[in-house]
Nanobody
Framework: QVQLVESGGGLVQPGGSLRLSCAASGSISSINDMGWYRQAPGKQREFVVRITSGGSTNYADSVKGRFTISRDNAKNTVYLQMNSLKPEDTAVYYC??????????????WGQGTQVTVSS
C-alpha cells in the first residue's frame, strides 16, 4: 500500500501565499507523475498542476504564473507553492501520485485533502 500525507493548508488573505506538501510512503518502487487537484464547494474536482519524473510541468491556465510545483525525489514528496492567492482558489487541495510498487504492480494514490481558504 502507498499512503500520501498532505500538509500546509490554512486561511490566508487575498494576495497571500501558502505552501502545500505531500509525502508518499509505503511499498514504493518508483514514482512517475505527481500532481495537485482541487475541489471547491459545490463543484467537481479539477486539475491544478502535474509534474513528471523528469521535471516537466503542466499547469491549469487559472494558476499559471502564480503556483509552482516541485518535487524532492529523495523524499518522495511533492510541493505546491501558491502565491498571489485569490478567493476563487478556495478549495480542498488533493495530491495524486502515480508509480510502481513492483515490476508488475502500479499504483495511483490520493491524499486526504487539505483545506485552503482565501478570505479577508
Amino acid at each position: 500500500q502507498v499512503q500520501l500525507v498532505e500538509s500546509g493548508g490554512g486561511l490566508v488573505q487575498p494576495g497571500g501565499s501558502l505552501r502545500l506538501s505531500c509525502a508518499a510512503s509505503g511499498s514504493i518502487s518508483s514514482i512517475n507523475d505527481m500532481g495537485w487537484y482541487r475541489q471547491a464547494p459545490g463543484k467537481q474536482r479539477e486539475f491544478v498542476v502535474r509534474i513528471t519524473s523528469g521535471g516537466s510541468t503542466n499547469y491549469a491556465d487559472s494558476v499559471k504564473g502564480r503556483f509552482t510545483i516541485s518535487r524532492d525525489n529523495a523524499k518522495n514528496t511533492v510541493y505546491l507553492q501558491m502565491n498571489s492567492l485569490k478567493p476563487e482558489d478556495t478549495a480542498v487541495y488533493y495530491c495524486n501520485v502515480d508509480g510502481r510498487m513492483s515490476a508488475r504492480r502500479t499504483f495511483s494514490s490520493w491524499g486526504q485533502g487539505t483545506q485552503v481558504t482565501v478570505s479577508s
